[in-house]
């Protein structure tokens, strides 16, 4: 049985940004699911096995870093990369703690988002082992 990809999942309400990196994603061979909105995303049916959450932190509605902090809540901690494009250094700083593996700043490079996921998988699977 073959093993199966990591799941990243991308939260951002920016279309262009959220289909960028679902493909950038989806080339390195991950399998990549997006989301136009946090409370799409809570009503995804493989939110457990979503490995990484890319998630933009100003939207509508719910900000990505409430979105994290409600997965925490229901028991449901994924690693998380926070993408924005207005950078905040107090948002910043309390956004970097438990299970947040990075902050980026668009426009970002995209091997500066593929090493952020690599943490973050790191991360999992680090948890995974010692479970």
């Given at each position: 049985m073959p093993t199966?990809?990591?799941?990243?999942?991308?939260?951002?309400?920016?279309?262009?940004?959220?289909?960028?990196?679902k493909g950038l994603l989806?080339?390195?061979?991950?399998?990549?699911?997006?989301?136009?909105?946090?409370?799409?995303?809570?009503?995804?049916?493989?939110?457990?096995?979503?490995?990484?959450?890319?998630?933009?932190?100003?939207?509508?509605?719910?900000?990505?870093?409430?979105?994290?902090?409600?997965?925490?809540?229901?028991?449901?901690s994924i690693p998380t990369v926070l993408i924005t494009a207005f950078p905040e250094k107090n948002v910043r700083a309390s956004a970097l703690g438990a299970g947040i593996v990075g902050c980026l700043t668009k426009p970002f490079g995209e091997q500066v988002l593929l090493d952020c996921i690599s943490s973050a998988l790191a991360l999992n699977s680090g948890e995974e082992s010692g479970s």
């Open positions: 199966k990809r990591p799941l990243i999942a991308i939260v951002d309400d920016d279309e262009s940004m959220r289909e960028a990196i989806r080339s390195m061979g991950f399998d990549a699911e997006a989301f136009s909105s946090a409370d799409d995303f809570l009503r995804f049916s493989h939110i457990r096995r979503t490995a990484c959450l890319v998630t933009d932190i100003n939207m509508p509605g719910m900000s990505g870093l409430d979105l994290h902090r409600r997965l925490v809540a229901l028991g449901k």
